[in-house]
């Protein structure tokens, strides 16, 4: 069956700082793969997806990039945090040629 | 693009009692039509989904239902219980490789 990791679960970071979030995705092959955020009690913000290694699409301009170096690999990235970066973010996957996105645990992100 | 809205965005039933979560959206050639459920600090999770050759989906105490021609779907849960409280989220698709909108959420509160 297919399991998806993020990590770190959880992250303090202050202002300014570099920033690198981790997803994974096991027992599938070549998943299309999502990054969103989440505001404290507000909806799913679509960041990044990829239907492939070094494809990313970028939805929202701002100062976070991702990567994909490897098949189920998904990385979000930021050189200089905001505050306005804190958030729960959460990686999503999906099957090609299918509809369903499955969610990964979260990674909780506070910007001090 | 896509506009996926939701009402209500809070929601108080009694136990025992039915709740119903609706939703419209923009783009007629939407065929894809997803709901999940958060609870509160974890990931959402996919509850029920329904595509648009059919005209309503029964799992258990939850259904939905799918109006194409008016562009709005409906979620209904029968009974509820408390541990239904959550945040419900709406989604709409175009297809397998398309992105997934969501709703803003409904915070639903079943009161024992």
């Known amino acids: 069956s297919q399991t998806i990791h993020q990590w770190p679960a959880t992250l303090v970071q202050p202002v300014g700082s570099p920033l690198s979030l981790e997803c994974t995705v096991e027992?599938?092959?070549?998943?299309?793969l999502y990054w969103y955020r989440q505001a404290a009690g507000r909806g799913l913000q679509l960041l990044f997806y990829?239907?492939?290694?070094?494809?990313i699409s970028s939805e929202v301009p701002q100062n976070l990039s991702a990567s994909r170096p490897q098949d189920r690999q998904f990385i979000l990235s930021s050189k200089k945090l905001l505050l306005s970066d804190s958030g729960f973010y959460l990686c999503?996957?999906?099957?090609?040629?299918?509809?369903?996105?499955?969610f990964g645990p979260g990674t909780r992100l506070t910007v001090l | 693009g896509e506009n996926v809205e939701q009402h209500p965005s809070t929601l108080s039933v009694q136990e025992g009692d039915s709740a119903v979560i609706k939703c419209t959206y923009s783009?007629?050639?939407?065929?894809?039509f997803p709901w999940y459920k958060q609870e509160l600090g974890k990931r959402p999770q996919l509850i029920i989904d329904?595509?648009?050759?059919?005209g309503e989906k029964k799992d258990q105490r939850i259904a939905v239902t799918l109006n194409k021609t008016a562009k709005h779907f409906s979620l209904h849960i029968t009974e509820t219980q408390p541990e239904d409280s959550a945040v419900y989220f709406c989604?709409?698709?175009?297809?397998?490789?398309?992105?997934?909108?969501f709703g803003p959420g409904t915070s639903l509160s079943v009161i024992p």
């Open positions: 999503a996957w999906s099957v090609p040629g299918a509809d369903t996105q499955y």
């Open positions: 027992g599938t092959s070549n998943p299309n």
């Open positions: 990829s239907v492939g290694i070094g494809q």
């Open positions: 783009d007629s050639a939407s065929n894809y």
């Open positions: 329904i595509r648009s050759n059919v």
């Open positions: 989604a709409a698709s175009k297809g397998s490789y398309d992105k997934v909108i």
